[in-house]
């Protein structure tokens, strides 16, 4: 069982910066990819950012060139860089670790974090 814990979330001026990290139970960096969604009011959750764990990173249009995924092996930690905020990024954010095989996928969920950007 991978237990996932956010933190970092809050309230910011549009513009401003933020850092999330989410903290895995273990070692899971070899095995997982680890993914931050977010999920606004009356929206459905979607991916934000990625990175495998051959260590390749994508992201969601909307955020590409402004947030970065990152990770440190030795805490365990993810991290979610989020620069030049905008109130459109308000959401409640998730980390997600997630191992597709040929017959099961296997996703953990960490209970997530509120950013609030203000205009």
């Known amino acids: 069982q991978v237990q996932l814990v956010e933190s970092g979330g809050g309230l910011v001026q549009a513009g401003g910066s933020l850092r999330l990290s989410c903290a895995a139970s273990?070692?899971?960096?070899?095995?997982?990819?680890m993914g931050w969604y977010r999920q606004a009011p009356g929206n459905q959750r979607r991916l934000v950012a990625a990175?495998?764990?051959?260590?390749?990173?994508n992201y969601d249009d909307s955020v590409n060139g402004r947030f970065t995924i990152s990770r440190d092996t030795a805490k365990n930690t993810v991290y979610l860089q989020m620069n030049n905020l905008k109130p459109e990024d308000t959401a409640v954010y998730y980390c997600?670790?997630?191992?597709?095989?040929?017959?099961?996928?296997?996703?953990?969920w960490g209970q997530g974090t509120q950013v609030t950007v203000s205009s």
């Open positions: 997600n670790a997630h191992w597709g095989g040929s017959y099961v996928d296997y996703d953990y």
């Open positions: 273990g070692s899971i960096f070899s095995i997982y990819t």
């Open positions: 990175i495998t764990k051959g260590g390749s990173t």
